[in-house]
């Protein structure tokens, strides 16, 4: 009996020490390390996403509505709501392609003296400037005045 204990409490003893030495398995993965992606940021500062106040170079106005999930819509005087989607192009673009329109729109954006702009890549004269309407996370119902 005295055998089959010192045998038992031996296998033991060897079984608490191979899970001890392979608690760790060796990592065979050998893919890339993720990257942290960023997310892009507006020319002010903050996400691209949010309610905005945006005025043409003719003074025409309209507010829109920027979503973190890819959708937007504008709230255009005389016009109504007209959804759609945005993204950024591979050259930092924003681009939205809006419901009943032909294609898509990339905007070059920038920050200057505190003044935000988003000028149409393709019509030059297609300018833009914009306001972020901060605190309001409701959709605009009304058109900008």
Known sequence: MKTIRIIAASAAVLVLAAC???DAP???DTSAPEVATTEPMAPDGLPPYGVFKLTSASGET???NVKQDGTMINVVKDVGNVPGTWEYDADGNFCVTMEGEDGTDCYAESMVDGSWTATNIEDPEDVWTIER???SEALP???AE
């Open 141 to 143: 119902t009304q058109a």
């Open 26 to 28: 060796a990592s065979d």
């Open 133 to 135: 309407v901060m605190g």
């Open 20 to 22: 001890q030495a392979g």
């Open 62 to 64: 309209m507010m829109e």
